[in-house]
């Protein structure tokens, strides 16, 4: 495979995760945009600023990944649970899409940098086309949806960055 400029953009706009370096006419695997934070338990995404706990709400970082079970939460929980935690919030549904990565199924998000990850995820956006209903993400496959505000599913929490 050359690298051209066409095939450069093309493959950037698709975040397919190759990069042809000029001059080495082959695909390059890239890392994707995060810093891991202190102890591991959070990451920074660098295109965002967004701080992120790698572990879902309920499961703790071991250093290696996130071990024990995720607490289940409807979305009233969840919105009351993350104003427990200092500093930290529910994101919203343009956020929390942003980690996922929808070139993986099954999870579709980068499972080295969000370990353990299950299905669906709450945000904190509310959905307007039935005030019973709230957005989340299927990380399944890794799109956005709406479910009844009474479902209980996990949350992942995110701050500012510095």
């Known amino acids: 495979m050359t690298c051209n400029a066409g095939a450069v953009r093309k493959l950037l706009a698709a975040s397919a995760g190759l990069l042809c370096l000029a001059g080495l006419g082959a695909p390059v695997a890239w890392a994707a ?5 202190g102890d591991g338990s959070e990451v920074t ?3 965002t600023g967004l ?11 071991s250093g290696v990944t996130c ?7 409807t979305h009233e929980q969840a919105l009351l649970h993350a104003k427990t935690q200092a500093g930290w919030r529910l994101p919203g549904i343009k956020e929390l899409s ?5 070139s993986r199924t099954g999870p579709a998000i980068d499972l080295a ?3 353990a990850t299950g299905n ?8 307007v086309g039935n005030p019973a209903s709230a957005w989340g993400v299927y990380f399944n496959y890794g799109g956005a949806d709406h479910y009844y505000r ?9 701050r500012a960055g510095l």
């Open 45 to 47: 995404d660098e295109r």
């Open 113 to 115: 940098v969000f370990p």
């Open 51 to 61: 701080v992120w706990r790698r572990c879902a709400e309920g499961m703790v970082w």
């Open 98 to 102: 942003s980690i996922a990565d929808r």
């Open 120 to 127: 669906f995820f709450w945000s904190a956006s509310p959905y």
């Open 33 to 37: 945009p995060y810093t891991y934070n």
């Open 67 to 73: 071990s024990g079970s995720a607490t289940l939460f």
């Open 150 to 158: 009474s479902g209980v599913f996990s949350v992942r929490l995110v």
